[in-house]
């Protein structure tokens, strides 16, 4: 695989783990739909204080994958734009257009984030999900994205909890991480759990930014099999999904007879499943970070 981070790896994850791959998964479903509904209590918010109401919103999602989040936000008083390093996904959004009836749908931006090709000031929502701990310089991107808001726009950035909350990623990283070296995560490349809404405050302050309200979301998904863990694991943890299924078969093979014992050990069991059933409770937390341009003068 490509070297971590470079438009080639996010292109080559990306046609390794599918777009229907983040359909059925109950996880990933959770955060976007909390995200979604944030982000319209966020514009609603801005209508009733202002005079915005009559026009139409301009949302960004940057670093947005095969668009799950940017299909979610479309609707006819927004503009949404999809964008990320990597254009295929976005053809993909594109191409879903029939799955979502009249809803309009998302625009694709091929664009580094540090490269946005949009007018400053022109965005009233930028959204951020399950991407800043992925891009190369965090801090260099908020300063990016900070320039595309409009003095009200808002910047929501979501970060997963600390690994002891996040046990769906953590314990199908670990086993991964063993059996395929390619996902040693290189020097200086942050966990997806290293960043907290403090920090994020911290690196935010500089681009002119201030956290303006976070909430919190949490869920458990039930896990019975390698087949059913992998299927949420696969959709909140693209890189290393990707290179579990480009391993050979024989490892992958491997790697899915280990799985059961390890989710034994890690993971409590379900209690509402009868005795002789084997079933886990993967559990999964978060933070959604809402920011907002500090008010000069
Ligand atoms: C973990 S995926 C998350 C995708 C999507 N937000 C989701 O939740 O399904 C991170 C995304 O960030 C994109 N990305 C990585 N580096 C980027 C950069 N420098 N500029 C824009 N997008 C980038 C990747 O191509 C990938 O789609």
Redesign the pocket.
């Known amino acids: 695989m490509s070297d971590y981070?470079t438009r080639d790896h996010?292109d080559e994850v990306?046609d390794a783990v599918a777009d229907t791959d983040?359909q059925s998964a109950i996880a990933a479903n959770a955060v976007v739909g909390h995200m979604v509904a944030l982000v319209n209590a966020t514009l609603n918010a801005r209508t009733a204080a202002t005079s915005h109401g009559a026009r139409r919103a301009v949302l960004l999602?940057?670093?947005?994958?095969?668009g799950?989040?940017a299909r979610a936000l479309a609707g006819p008083d927004r503009l949404v734009i999809a964008?990320?390093?990597?254009a295929a996904?976005l053809a993909a959004a594109g191409r879903r257009h029939g799955d979502i009836g009249d809803r309009p749908t998302p625009r694709g931006l091929a664009?580094?984030?540090?490269h946005p090709a949009l007018k400053p000031g022109s965005v009233d929502v930028a959204t951020c999900?399950?991407?800043l701990w992925?891009?190369?310089d965090p801090a260099a991107a908020l300063a990016a994205m900070a320039g595309l808001l409009k003095p009200d726009g808002r910047l929501l950035v979501q970060l997963w909890a600390e690994a002891a909350r996040c046990r769906l990623i953590g314990t199908g990283a670990a086993l991964l991480g063993k059996a395929l070296p390619s996902l040693t995560r290189p020097a200086g490349v942050p966990s997806p759990f290293d960043i907290t809404p403090a920090m994020l405050a911290d690196m935010a302050a500089p681009a002119g930014l201030a956290l303006d309200r976070v909430e919190t979301g949490e869920t458990a998904v039930r896990v019975t099999d390698a087949a059913s863990y992998w299927r949420e694991f696969d959709a909140v943890a693209?890189t290393a999904a990707a290179a579990r299924k480009q391993a050979p078969a024989a490892l992958r093979a491997r790697i899915d007879a280990a799985l059961p014992g390890v989710l034994g050990r890690v993971l409590s069991r379900d209690p509402t499943l009868p005795p002789d059933h084997d079933g886990w409770l993967a559990p999964i937390a978060w933070s959604l970070c809402v920011l907002a341009p500090i008010r000069t003068g």
Not at 111 to 114: I, Q
């Open positions: 981070g996010w990306h983040h999602d940057v670093g947005a994958g095969h799950v989040l964008s990320d390093i990597a996904p664009a580094d984030v540090l999900l399950r991407g992925t891009l190369p693209e």
